[in-house]
């Protein structure tokens, strides 16, 4: 699975982004899809995860901001984030697993990252 992540940028706090990850290959909904978060000098930090069942998992400082969501059809999974904070400013990653999980390991396919900055 080749992973691209897109929609990344500059905003203002209270902004609203929608991250994008477009995945090649047939198996697509087999796979349990995640976000992650980099921020220089700290551990890749776990966001928010879609399994292949389409039930949704989030990290704290997700909930009730962002909504993870996936297409199949479009072999596409999508990070709708809202009331942006500065502190939410990060490298955001999209990931593909066999294996249900909140932390990196398991997850054996990586996009790019994409920088979403947001200013106060």
Known sequence: VQLQASGGGLVQAGDSLRLSCAASGRTFSSYHMGWFRKVPGKEREFIALVGSDSTTYYADS?????????????????????????????LYYCAASLIRAIVPGPYGYWGQGTQVTVSS
């Open 62 to 90: 997700a909930k009730g901001r962002f909504t993870i969501s996936r297409d199949n059809a479009k072999n596409t999974v999508y990070l709708q984030m809202n009331s942006l904070k500065p502190e939410d400013t990060a």
